[in-house]
T-cell receptor, first 114, second 118 residues
Framework: NAGVTQTPKFQVLKTGQSMTLQCAQDMNHEYMSWYRQDPGMGLRLIHYSVGAGITDQGEVPNGYNVSRSTTEDFPLRLLSAAPSQTSVYFC?????????????FGPGTRLLVL | AQKITQTQPGMFVQEKEAVTLDCTYDTSDPSYGLFWYKQPSSGEMIFLIYQGSYDQQNATEGRYSLNFQKARKSANLVISASQLGDSAMYFCAMRDALLGGATNKLIFGTGTLLAVQP
């Protein structure tokens, strides 16, 4: 039972490079989201999706793009990486059916932008 | 404004003893959910326990229980019979219908680092 998976686990980028952080879930969850975790600031919501073809901005969306072509996958794109995007990135998912509000997190991607 | 406060940056507990991690929250919405997550040194976020604002009883999951005091707006996590593997960062989080809405956004506290001593 894989749950939420993220790749890569670690990444080092140079300023201006682009990359895509991958996120997949096998629980048929409608809702998926991306958070970033920075020291002393907790986790902050970047983008979220309530279903395939539907995405919207969270609290800190600038510099990031997302798409949701399937229920399972929710990639996060950095078009031109900046040192301020050095962080740990978490993908999370939950069902929107029923009363279960639990959001399940992936293992995280540690990103360093030089 | 919606906010989660964890006032204990770090705590020590002896193995096999119980420990309480404090969490207070602020929201004006009557409908909200409270969560506790564990983040070990490996970095993943592990869901521990959930309490809904309308739940009549305090939530329990194995050795974890949530001491929910609605009038005080507190949702403390109690870990009974601490184990060495409980050493980790613990985050309290909240989702309310007013702030969360369609975003299902979770507001996180800054965390408490728990160290279990043998």
């Amino acid at each position: 039972n894989a749950g939420v998976t993220q790749t890569p686990k670690f990444q080092v980028l140079k300023t201006g490079q682009s990359m895509t952080l991958q996120c997949a879930q096998d629980m048929n969850h409608e809702y998926m989201s991306w958070y970033r975790q920075d020291p002393g600031m907790g986790l902050r919501l970047i983008h979220y999706s309530v279903g395939a073809g539907i995405t919207d901005q969270g609290e800190v969306p600038n510099g990031y793009n997302v798409s949701r072509s399937t229920t399972e996958d929710f990639p996060l794109r950095l078009l031109s990486a900046a040192p301020s995007q050095t962080s740990v990135y978490f993908c999370a998912s939950r069902t929107l059916a029923g009363a279960d509000e639990t959001q399940y997190f992936g293992p995280g991607t540690r990103l360093l932008v030089l | 404004a919606q906010k989660i406060t964890q006032t204990q940056p770090g705590m020590f507990v002896q193995e096999k003893e119980a420990v309480t991690l404090d969490c207070t929250y602020d929201t004006s919405d009557p409908s909200y959910g409270l969560f506790w997550y564990k983040q070990p040194s490996s970095g993943e976020m592990i869901f521990l326990i959930y309490q809904g604002s309308y739940d009549q009883q305090n939530a329990t999951e194995g050795r974890y229980s949530l001491n929910f005091q609605k009038a005080r707006k507190s949702a403390n996590l109690v870990i009974s019979a601490s184990q060495l593997g409980d050493s980790a960062m613990y985050f309290c989080a909240m989702r309310d219908a007013l702030l969360g809405g369609a975003t299902n956004k979770l507001i996180f506290g800054t965390g408490t680092l728990l160290a279990v001593q043998p």
